[in-house]
């Protein structure tokens, strides 16, 4: 088992950022590839970004492409997502999950083996 909890959410002004968290623990987090996914009331969960377990592959959506960075620390057991130039629509809760198997995380995430419970991320116009 895995369990994941999401940090660093909370209210910004637009072309703000934020660095969210995830904490890992419970089994070997650099054996696993991460992702951090989002969503609206009403809306489907969003892939965001994933990164490898070893942190040398990445994918980002298009929509947070170029203003975000996804890393990890595998000494820490800890995901990162670092938001730049925010915008009202990145509004959401994130969600990171885990999981072994690439195409899952980055093509199947609702058999993501593990997910946190979210963080909000609020941004105003």
């Known amino acids: 088992q895995v369990q994941l909890v999401e940090s660093g959410g909370g209210l910004v002004q637009a072309g703000g950022s934020l660095r969210l968290s995830c904490a890992a623990s419970?089994?070997?987090?650099?054996?696993?590839?991460m992702g951090w996914f989002r969503q609206t009331p009403g809306k489907e969960r969003e892939f965001v970004a994933a990164i490898s377990w070893s942190g040398d592959t990445t994918d980002y959506a298009n929509s947070v492409k170029g203003r975000s960075t996804i890393s990890r620390d595998n000494a820490k057991n800890t995901l990162y997502l670092q938001l730049n130039t925010l915008k009202p629509e990145d509004t959401a809760v994130y969600f990171c999950a885990a999981d072994t198997r690439w195409f899952v995380i980055t093509r199947v995430p609702e058999a993501c083996a593990y997910w946190g419970q979210g963080t909000q991320v609020t941004v105003s116009s």
């Open positions: 419970g089994r070997t987090f650099s054996n696993l590839h």
